[in-house]
């Protein structure tokens, strides 16, 4: 008989080690619901990353720099504590670990390192470089009895050698090469490997941090559907997952691909900030913020994203999240990556994954074996990883954020069931810029209440100026008028005092002059020489495509109505040309 999970076990959790400023009621009640079953727990949400990849793909490190050399020798020979060279062979005490954690997908190589990296230089006899390559990694991998995802370079080689490395990791070793060329199935282990698991690039709208900066949503998404169908060419069981990102970015990449995916690859971190400006910010600050995270924003974020995979597909399309973590890069005063508090947020990423509406088929913590992020330590190791000699002893340390997957892994059983828990709560209002942020950087466009906008657009008349509204746009098309501060065409909506929301939209111009372009705008309804806020999204001028546009606004005390307007701010001229609003 399948074992059911006690969810009671997380909110204790939340009430044990976070210390917040808690606001409470009466009493604290934990209500466990045995008998109403919501569906499996998905342990494919346990999973993590091994790296062993060069780091000087990042571009930051000297070749001839003794240390910096240690170090990428550390991840590209030792996958960072994983694999002892020298012996051949997996660290045990690694492998007992990552059982412990109850590792069930690996990915592999590793984040931004797949921008350079050449699988055909980590296979093989002879090697130098790349000694805990695709085969050490499947022997780890195997050895925890865990299943593998493979991140396949957008940057480096092409399609063919994405073909190449399906067939040298699953096609059978009998002459059949479906690949053409090298029969690479003769070169590896007799028996495939058979993995199931393929991403396109990492994270590559950012470029590849050397020569290349950006790349657009068209780019990749033309020259995933080369990689996609060479590779369902040579095995057409695999799962092959495309880069997600902005609203903007998936509507686009995904309007080309259409339905040649199996899984949609999403990335998250809660932070309120990065970097430097985590270490002037109190710690109390950051962790109300950073929990509240997967509440506000991944929460809505996943149906909202499903729901676009599906309208571009046709089909049900699953998530797959193959990396997340608290997003603290910083060092001072003590590096909050490695904190309980950063341990709560992971284990709330977890409930939220493990929701079956979600359809998250895996989500891989970044990552598990020392480096910057590792849930487990070397002792003795300071930042990183410096390779060792296995002969010796050698003892691990479990970080906080390890023993949220050890707990998990001990104590939850097959079935999911329903709980309400009714306890204390903490103000993040007076933490109003972070939320700001945080609204701002909904990766999907979720909205969080109804849309609040409907009717058709009121126009007013301007000399010089014609505005219509024709299926669901709105066209302004400005003649030269002599004044140039248009707001004539508006909606309102009834909103709620002292409440966020985003105002969103897409924004086309035709031969639009002047440097002032046009936006949305929002605004309280009430005079506005006395209540004088407003927000408004970017200005889009000249000729384009459509523009996807956001801002958000936090209405006053006592504001009961808004107004959103189609915008023109300026006092100078010539102004001419069009502008189209759709889908406000």
């Not at 686009?252 to 040649?260: D, F, N, Q, S």
């Not at 193959?322 to 003590?334: A, L």
């Not at 505005?467 to 008028?481: R, S, Y």
Request: hydrophobic share 35%.
């Amino acid at each position: 008989m399948a074992k059911k999970i006690n969810l009671a076990l997380l909110a204790l959790l939340l009430l044990v080690f976070f210390n917040v400023k808690f606001v409470y009621g009466s009493d604290n009640v934990i209500t466990v619901n045995a008998g109403r079953e919501i569906g499996q727990v998905n342990k494919n949400v346990y999973g993590n990353n091994f790296i062993g990849y060069d780091p000087a793909a990042h571009g930051t490190f000297k070749r001839h720099d003794k240390k910096s050399w240690e170090y990428r020798e550390s991840i590209m020979n030792y996958g960072a504590g994983v694999w002892d060279p020298e012996q051949n062979k997996s660290v045990k005490e690694v492998i007992d670990l990552s059982k412990q954690a109850g590792i069930t997908i690996l990915r592999f190589p590793g984040g931004c390192g797949t921008h350079s990296y050449n699988w055909k230089e980590a296979v093989g006899e002879g090697r130098k470089r790349f000694l805990y390559g695709i085969d050490e990694f499947l022997k780890t991998a195997g050895e925890i009895g865990a299943e593998a995802v493979i991140t396949v370079s957008y940057f480096t080689g092409n399609e063919e050698d994405a073909a190449d490395l399906v067939e040298y990791l699953n096609a059978a070793d009998n002459g059949s090469n479906p690949n053409g060329g090298t029969d690479l199935s003769a070169e590896r282990a007799k028996n495939p490997n058979k993995v199931k698991f393929f991403e396109i690039g990492n994270e590559v709208w950012h470029g590849n941090h050397r020569d290349i900066k950006k790349v657009l949503p068209e780019e990749y998404a033309k020259r995933y559907l080369k990689y996609y169908e060479a590779m369902k060419a040579v095995d057409p069981s695999i799962k092959i997952g495309v880069v997600l990102h902005t609203a903007d970015w998936n509507r686009r990449v995904l309007g080309i691909v259409k339905g040649r995916l199996d899984f949609g690859i999403i990335h998250t971190y809660p932070t309120p900030v990065w970097g430097k400006k985590l270490e002037r910010m109190r710690p109390e600050r950051i962790f109300s913020v950073s929990l509240a995270i997967p509440v506000l924003k991944d929460r809505f974020d996943f149906p909202q994203t499903l729901k676009l995979l599906k309208e571009k597909s046709g089909r049900d399309i699953p998530l797959a999240i193959t990396e997340y973590n608290g997003g603290f890069v910083q060092k001072k005063p003590v590096p909050y990556r490695h904190s309980l508090g950063t341990a709560l947020i992971n284990a709330e990423l977890l409930r939220i994954f493990m929701k079956p509406g979600h359809n998250v088929i895996m989500a891989n913590y970044w990552q598990f074996s020392n480096s910057y992020w590792g849930m487990i330590k070397s002792e003795g190791e300071r930042l990183y990883f410096m390779k060792h000699d296995y002969r010796n002893p050698i003892t691990y340390e479990k970080r906080p954020n390890f023993y949220v997957y050890e707990l998990y892994n001990k104590h939850f059983g097959d079935i999911l069931i329903d709980a309400d828990v009714k306890t204390g709560s903490y103000e993040i209002g007076k933490y109003e810029p972070y939320i700001r942020m945080l609204v701002k950087r909904i990766k999907s466009g979720a909205i969080i209440k109804k849309n609040l906008l409907s009717g058709k657009w009121k126009i007013r008349e301007f000399p010089g100026v014609y505005a219509k509204e024709k299926d669901g746009v709105l066209e302004i098309d400005f003649k030269n008028p002599e004044e140039f501060n248009y707001y004539h065409s508006i909606k309102r909506a009834k909103v709620e005092p002292d409440t966020y929301y985003r105002l969103s939209g897409y924004i086309r111009t035709e031969g639009l002059t002047g440097k002032k372009g046009v936006c949305l705008e929002i605004l309280d309804n009430r005079n506005r020489a006395k209540n004088p806020s407003t927000a408004a999204t970017k200005e889009i001028t000249g000729t384009g495509e459509w523009q996807y546009v956001e801002t958000v606004y936090e209405t006053s005390s006592n504001t009961r109505y808004v107004i959103i307007r189609g915008r023109r701010i300026g006092v100078q001229g010539p102004l001419k040309g069009k502008a189209f609003f759709k889908d406000v």
